[in-house]
C-alpha cells in the first residue's frame, strides 16, 4: 500500500547510512522508495528510487544510495510496489473546454433518445433562467446511429438557449431559440468547410458541422475571465489525478491570456505548452517578439492549424467516399493554398506548426505542405506535428519517419471509434487507422494524448488502448487491429520521453535522470507485470516540480 510520510518515522533506517551529498548541497527534499522506477533513460532504463532536492531530480539509482540522500525533514513518498515514471505530458488537450464541460450537461453515456432529453430536462432544472447549456459531448452511435434534431429538446430546455457538441467537438446540436438567436433560419447559407443538416422538407435540424459551428459563436456568451480560471482549476485537479503533469493546449489567444493570469497568480499547477490558431501566426509572432516565449511553467510553443472535421462527423476528408454515404469525401475545413501560406509563413518565424488532419486525404495534404514548407525554408530543427494522423493512406506511413514528422496521437480514439468505423471507411481503410506499430517501424515518434474534452485525460486508458485495442463495446478481446499495438515501454515512451521531444522539452522533462525537472508519477500497481489489465491501475500520486500534488485516498 503507497505511504506518504516524513523521513523522521525512518530515521533509524537512515542514521548509518552514509551521504552522498556534501553539505552544501543539502538533503532531498522528497525521495520515493518502495516501488519500481522506470526512467526512459536509455542510459538507466531502470532503477529502485529517486532523489529530489527542490525542484530537480539529483539522483536515480539503488534505494540504498537514494535514502542515504535522506534527512529529517525530507518527505519520503512509498511507492507500495506500484510502477514510479516520469511525469505523463498529454500532448493534445482543450483544457478550458474541457474544465467547462465538467460543469455543463453530461451525455457522454447517454444511450437512447429519452435519456437524452431527461438529461436535458434535468440539467434545466438546475439552472437559472435563460442560462445558456452547454457540453453534452454526446454519441449518436450509442443508440443505434440516429442524429438528434432540435425537436428532442425544445420543450425540455424551456427558456435556455441549447448548443451541445458532439463528442468529437466537430458536431454541434443548437436548440430552436439558439437559431433563432444566431439568426439560423431554413434560408441559412452554410460557410465554406461547414455545413447545415437539413431533413428532406428542407428544414434546418439544428445540427451544424464544423465551420458551420460558427454560426452560433456571435450568441454564445463568453466566459468572464475569473470564471476562465476556475475552469483551469477544475480541468487541473481533473488531470493530475489521472497522472498528467504537462500539457500541450490546443486553444486561443484569449486562453493565453487566462494562463498568463493564472501562471502571474501562482494558479497554474501543471506545465503548459500553449498553441494558438494557425491562421494567426502573425500575431503570436508580434506577442513572443513582445511578452517572450515564457517559461518552464507556461511556454508559448507554437500553432495549431486544421485540414479536416472528424470521422464521426462525416468531415474527414477522405481520397474515397464514405462507404456508407458514396456521394461524400468529407470537406476541408481550411484551403490547402491557405494552410501553405500560413504554414510557411509561421515556420519562417521559428514558430512550431502542428495540424490536425484526420482523413487519408487530409494527412496527404498536410505531409505534401510539410514537405515543400521544408525545402523551401531551409534546415531547421522545427519539429512538424500531424494532430490525430487517424487515418492515413498506407503509402504516407513511412512519410512521417522519412520528413521528421511527428505523430501526435490519442490512443484512446482508436478503442472508441472502433465500434463503428468500419462501416464508414470499411476494412482497407481502417487497417491504417491510427497506425501505432506501423509508424513506429518506419521511424516516426509518437507523442501520446487524449484529446480532452474529446476523449478522457486517462494515462491508464491510453495506454491501454495502444497496447490491447481493445474496443469499449467488448467485441474485440484480441485488440481492433492487433498487428497496431505496440509494447507497454513503447506507450510509456509516447507519453514521456517522446512527448517532451515532440514539444522541445527533452532536456528537462520526460525522463527521470539527474537535473531534470522534479515531474514523477506513482502508479498504485506495477502495470508492466501485466500489460493485459493495464488500463486498472490507478495513479497513487503526481508529483510536479518535487511537490505533491495529487495523492489518491485510501
Request: proline share 5%.
Amino acid at each position: 500500500m503507497m505511504r506518504l510520510t516524513t523521513a523522521a518515522t525512518i530515521a533509524l533506517l537512515i542514521a548509518n547510512l552514509t551521504p552522498c551529498c556534501s553539505a552544501e548541497d543539502g538533503p532531498a527534499t522528497l525521495i520515493v522508495v518502495g516501488g519500481p522506477v522506470w526512467t526512459a533513460d536509455p542510459a538507466r532504463p531502470t532503477a529502485e528510487a529517486v532523489a529530489v532536492r527542490g525542484n530537480k531530480i539529483v539522483a536515480v539509482g539503488s534505494r540504498a544510495d537514494v535514502e542515504a540522500l535522506a534527512d529529517q525533514s525530507t518527505r519520503v513518498v512509498d511507492a507500495g510496489g506500484g510502477l514510479v515514471i516520469p511525469g505523463c505530458i498529454d500532448s493534445h488537450v482543450h483544457v478550458f473546454t474541457g474544465g467547462s464541460n465538467l460543469s455543463g450537461v453530461q451525455l457522454r453515456d447517454a444511450d437512447s433518445r429519452e435519456l437524452f432529453v431527461r438529461r436535458i430536462a434535468e440539467h434545466a432544472a438546475t439552472l437559472p433562467a435563460g442560462e445558456w447549456i452547454t457540453g453534452g459531448d454526446w454519441d449518436h452511435t450509442l443508440w443505434g446511429g440516429e442524429l438528434p434534431d432540435r425537436e428532442w429538446i425544445d420543450e425540455a430546455a424551456g427558456d435556455h438557449p441549447v448548443w451541445i457538441k458532439r463528442l468529437d467537438g466537430h458536431m454541434g446540436l443548437a436548440s430552436s431559440l439558439t437559431l433563432k438567436m444566431a439568426g439560423v433560419d431554413d434560408q441559412t447559407e452554410a460557410p465554406d468547410g461547414g455545413a447545415i443538416e437539413r431533413d428532406a422538407s428542407g428544414r434546418v435540424t439544428g445540427l451544424l458541422r464544423d465551420n458551420a459551428m460558427g454560426l452560433i459563436g456571435g450568441v454564445l456568451p463568453q466566459p468572464s475571465a475569473e470564471t476562465m480560471l476556475r475552469h483551469l482549476d477544475a480541468a487541473t485537479d481533473y488531470m493530475l489525478e489521472r497522472g498528467v503533469t504537462s500539457i500541450c493546449q490546443m486553444g486561443s489567444l484569449r486562453d493565453l491570456t487566462a494562463l498568463r493570469a493564472a501562471r502571474s497568480g501562482g494558479r497554474l499547477r501543471m506545465r503548459v505548452r500553449a498553441y494558438t490558431p494557425l491562421e494567426r501566426w502573425e500575431l503570436l509572432q508580434r506577442d513572443v517578439q513582445e511578452n517572450g516565449p515564457g517559461d518552464d511553467w507556461l511556454r508559448i510553443n507554437g500553432l495549431k492549424g486544421f485540414v479536416d472535421g472528424s470521422l464521426g462527423s462525416h468531415t474527414a476528408a477522405m481520397l474515397e467516399p464514405f462507404d456508407d454515404k458514396p456521394s461524400d469525401r468529407g470537406l476541408l475545413v481550411n484551403r490547402p493554398e491557405d494552410l501553405l501560406a500560413w504554414t510557411r509563413g509561421a515556420d519562417r518565424a521559428g514558430l512550431q506548426v502542428v495540424v490536425h488532419a484526420i482523413g487519408d486525404r487530409a494527412n496527404r495534404i498536410q505531409l505534401d505542405i510539410f514537405e515543400q514548407v521544408a525545402r523551401e525554408n531551409g534546415p531547421r530543427d522545427r519539429r512538424f506535428r500531424i494532430e490525430h494522423a487517424q487515418h492515413p493512406h498506407a503509402d504516407d506511413i513511412p512519410r512521417f519517419g522519412g520528413l521528421g514528422v511527428i505523430a501526435s496521437m490519442q490512443p484512446y480514439h482508436a478503442i472508441d471509434d472502433g465500434r463503428w468505423a468500419e462501416p464508414l471507411i470499411g476494412v482497407n481503410r481502417c487497417r491504417t487507422t491510427y497506425a501505432f506499430r506501423s509508424l513506429l517501424d518506419t521511424g516516426a515518434k509518437l507523442a501520446f494524448g487524449s484529446d480532452w474534452f474529446v476523449a478522457p485525460a486517462s494515462v491508464a486508458m491510453g495506454l491501454e488502448a495502444a497496447v490491447n485495442r481493445r474496443t469499449l463495446d467488448g467485441k474485440n478481446p484480441d485488440g481492433w487491429y492487433p498487428e497496431q499495438r505496440i509494447s507497454l515501454d513503447e506507450a510509456l515512451r509516447a507519453y514521456t520521453a517522446d512527448a517532451a521531444y515532440a514539444m522541445f522539452d527533452e532536456d528537462k522533462l520526460g525522463m527521470l535522470s539527474p537535473g531534470r525537472l522534479a515531474d514523477i508519477v506513482v502508479f498504485d500497481v506495477d502495470p508492466r507485470e501485466a500489460p493485459a489489465k493495464v488500463s486498472e491501475a490507478q495513479v497513487g500520486v503526481t508529483i510536479v516540480d518535487g511537490r505533491v500534488v495529487y495523492e489518491a485516498q485510501r
